[in-house]
Nanobody
Framework: VQLQASGGGVVQAGGSLRLSCAAS????????MAWYRQAPGKERELVAG???????NYTDSVKDRFTISRDKDKNAAYLQMNSLKPEDTAVYYC???????????????????WGQGTLVTVSS
């Protein structure tokens, strides 16, 4: 399984970006997907996740601004980011588990596959 993240870029505060994660392999239809981010000098944090059943979870700082979704037919996951803030600046990674979960796993060690990361820069 390979994950390819894309859609990052430079945007002004208040703007929007949509990240995409293209997954290869049939495992995609049953796994949990997540977006993590890592800002300079900080630990990687879970931003949002979605189970194969469509249950979603968000870190508090992005609730009501970010939306995670997935398209099983296209083997893709997305992160729509609105009202972006300078503190959202980070490298964003998509991640996937092998097996299904009823809730979003929070530990990064639970995720078996990782994309290469895409940089999001929000200017003030």
């Amino acid at each position: 399984v390979q994950l390819q993240a894309s859609g990052g870029g430079v945007v002004q505060a208040g703007g929007s970006l949509r990240l995409s994660c293209a997954a290869s392999g049939s495992i995609f239809s049953t796994n949990a997907m997540a977006w993590y981010r890592q800002a300079p000098g900080k630990e990687r944090e879970l931003v949002a996740g979605i189970t194969s059943g469509g249950i979603t979870n968000y870190t508090d700082s992005v609730k009501d601004r970010f939306t995670i979704s997935r398209d099983k037919d296209k083997n893709a996951a997305y992160l729509q980011m609105n009202s972006l803030k300078p503190e959202d600046t980070a490298v964003y990674y998509c991640a996937s588990t092998i097996r299904p979960y009823g809730q979003i796993p929070e530990s990064s060690t639970t995720y078996n596959y990782w994309g290469q990361g895409t940089l999001v820069t929000v200017s003030s």
